[in-house]
Structures are given as structure tokens and as C-alpha cells.
């Protein structure tokens, strides 16, 4: 039996269909690129927003599609699992009745035996699951979610087949989220925070390297929080300097750290270290007090602006990505402006914005005041014209410099062509560099002279090796 795979959502979602499909695989399963050529097709879906959730009904629908174009061969199944399908697993079974399994957060390991089941015809209804499983129902088995003890879900993700640039990938350090913030459903769906010990971290990595990983990115829900539940203190620090030593390992780079435990250790680590590039991921949400008062934040106005100033004094040519989030229930006029003017003055070079939407289930869905979602939009697109002209600047003082540039792959319909990234861009996230060279390799770290910019991207022609 063959399967494919729709992956939604963030980089931690990704790491769960990384090792869903090693489980597949391992179970005698084979990968097949192809959806038309499979027999199942598993979509591992997100619910973190409505735009994220619309996407995966979307992608859902098209796997229902796909297995009614097959109905004149062999049986084609469709196995639904992921955030989304924990968040909805009384609405998704009833709405899509078509589909053959749902699996939630906590079954990934389970994936295998549910899939096998979908292939068995013994008479008998699928079996419940410790793993959380949602199964099909049927009319003597109502389809149900199982209570999960604190704990109990497997961390381990030694074991997966990768689906990104074989030179890059992600490490995930812990599942889960303590912070309340009023507009995340996040912890009411994967639970508190759960991290993995050191030593298996370490493990994974070292791992990681042997597979020819060049570049490795540390997520988590909090990755600056990491650690916690296990030490009584972050362990972040500690957890980079294992990781440093790890041979093969060229860029270490950090994603989704809250800045309320970026201490001077760490700081002082990340700007003397010569694996960790100067690149930080760091969700601000917003800027005036009386907001993230609201938001739960567990920040103020002052000390976000304290923290930058030290990240920027501290970590030489240092890129801060930072998020937004617009129109949030009482958000007025005058502390909007308050944020606009913060991005202005601060000049990110990487910045995203989100309009509030109302999550159900989240303190702020419930929340007075609320704000008319065409003038959430509004907002989100006026500070995105504010900030657009800031990254194109900086893109733009780029040209004429030499920076390091990891390859990442050939582009066919050109010669010597390549497509790769500076420091400064996150795979998948940010712009990219286009190359100029010859003999190059994906995951090869090249010296490249800027000689244009494009909107996000650059164009570079290549010098030769570097050292960074």
C-alpha cells in the first residue's frame, strides 16, 4: 500500500507529519509523491486561526475528491489528522462523513495500526485508541475522543522521514504550552508544556547530522521557555551549547522565543556563539500596555523595549522577525497608532500581522468590544504598508555587500541557477537568494557579493566558500 501526504500549518505540525510518515513507512507503507498513485492520502491539518482552519477544510475536500476518482480501482482511504482535528472532533465527523479515519495530536503514534485497520474488512468497528484516536464512527460506536493523562503523548521524534531540503530541518524541544495568552487556542489543543530531557535532544540532533543537516531550527510553542517543566528554569542555553559541539551542524537557528526569558546568558551566547546565526523569532503581539494587559501577555510596553535594546547592543547585525496582531477585542485608535509607531521607530526587518479573529473557545472571543473584522483587516493591511518600505530598504543596503548564503537547491530552467538563503532568511518563511554559480551543492555555505534586491529576495553571484 502507498500514501501521500498534505501537510498544513506550522514548522511543529511539520514535525508531526515527519514522523507519521516514518511510522507509515515503517509499517510497510510506501511513500508515493503522487497522490493519483496511492492508496491512502493523509492530511495533516492546523486550527490554530479561521484563514488556517479554512485551509484545511479546503484540503480535506480535495483528499475527498481524490478518493471518488478512484472508486473504479482499489479502494482509496482518507485519514485526517492534526490540530484541526483535535480542536473539531465532534463537528469535523459529521461534516465530512466521507472520510475513512480522524486521528488527533496524541494519536500520531497510532497512525500505523489506524491505517492498516482502514484496509481490514474483518467485520469488527475500529478499535479506540490511548493515543487520543478518532476513528470513523459507526452507528454502535459513536466517534469519541479519549482522555489523555498529562504525559502520556510519545515526544520522541528520533525516527522520521523528513520532508524538508535534505541540509535542513527542524528539532522540536518541547510539546505543548504553558501561557494563557486570551487569543491562543494552542494549549487547550496540545496541552501544557511537555519538553524532552537534554540528553535526547542532543541525541536527535546529533542525529540530524549524521543525515546531513547543515542548518538546524529550534522550535517549540515557547522556545525560549523550554525547559522548564523539567529544571524549574530554562534550559535553552544549555540545550545550544550540547548542540554546538555536534559536527556537521553549520547554522543554529531560534523560532518562536517569547522575550520574557531572554536572559543575559543566553544572549551573551547567541552573540558570541559561531553556529547560532543572529536571526530571532520573537512574537511581540503588540506594544501598548493596556493591550497586552488584555492580551495576557505577561509584558509591558517598557520591558519589550528594554529587551531590544539589549538584543541589538548585545548580538552584532542582528535580524529580530517579530509578529502583530491587529483590531484585538478594544483595541482603540490612539493604541493602534501607539503600534505603528513602534514599528516605525524599530524598524524589524522582518515583521508579520495577523487581524484578530475570534477563536472559539478563548478568553477573547468572549470579550467586549469587539472589533468589526473589515476594520481589523484594515488595520493589518495599514501597519503592513508601514512596514513593507522598511524590509525593502534594508534589502536594498544590501546590494554591494558579502554575506554567507546557504545553498538550498538547483534550478532547473536556468543556468548555474540556484535558489538560497542568507542568516536572515527563515526556510519557508522569509525571501531567498538567488545564486549565480557553478559546481554548487544544496547545503554547501557559500560567500556571495549582493548585486540586486527584489522586493523580499536578492540576487547574488557566488565567490566561493565560507567560513560562517
Known sequence: MRYSIISLGCPKNLVDTERMAALLSGAGFAMEDDPERADILLVNTCGFIG???????????????????????????????????????????ARFPEVDAWVGVFGREDIARVARRLF?????????????????????????????????????????????????????????????????????????QI?????????????????????????????????????????????????????????????????????????????????????LDMPLQHINNKVLKRMRRSITRERTIEILDRLRQRIDNLILRTTFLVGFPGETRGQFDELVQFVANQRFQRVGVFAFSPEEGTEAADMDHQIDPQECIRRRDLLMEVQQPIAFDWQRNRVGTRIPVIVDRYIPEADNAWIGRSYADAPDIDGVVYLTGENLRPGQVVSAEIVDARGYDLIGVVLGESGQ
Open 51 to 93: 484563514d488556517a482552519r479554512e485551509e484545511s477544510y479546503d484540503a480535506i475536500e480535495a483528499a475527498l475528491q481524490w478518493k471518488s476518482r478512484g472508486l473504479g480501482g482499489s479502494p482509496r482511504k482518507v485519514l485526517v489528522a492534526g490540530c484541526l482535528t483535535q480542536r473539531e472532533n465532534e463537528e469535523l465527523p
Open 120 to 192: 481490514e474488512d474483518d467485520g469488527t468497528p475500529p478499535e479506540s485508541s490511548p493515543f487520543q484516536t478518532i476513528e470513523r464512527p459507526t452507528p454502535e460506536e459513536p466517534s469519541k475522543i479519549l482522555h489523555v493523562p498529562e504525559g502520556s503523548a510519545s515526544l520522541t521524534d528520533e525516527n522520521r522521514s523528513r520532508l524538508t531540503e535534505q541540509h535542513v530541518a527542524y528539532l522540536k524541544l518541547s510539546e505543548g504550552c504553558n501561557r494563557r495568552c486570551a487569543f491562543c487556542i494552542i494549549p487547550q489543543i496540545r496541552g501544557p
Open 195 to 279: 519538553s524532552k530531557p537534554l540528553e535526547q535532544v542532543e541525541s536527535e540532533a546529533r542525529r540530524l547530522a549524521e543525515d546531513g543537516v547543515k542548518e538546524l531550527v529550534l522550535i517549540a510553542q515557547d522556545t525560549s521557555a523550554y525547559g522548564i517543566d523539567l529544571a524549574g528554569k530554562p534550559l535553552l542555553w544549555d540545550a545550544i551549547r550540547r548542540i554546538e559541539k555536534i559536527d556537521g551542524i553549520r547554522w543554529i537557528r531560534l523560532m518562536y522565543l517569547y522575550p520574557q526569558h531572554m536572559t543575559d546568558a543566553l544572549i551573551d551566547l547567541i552573540g558570541r556563539s559561531e553556529k547560532v546565526v543572529p536571526y
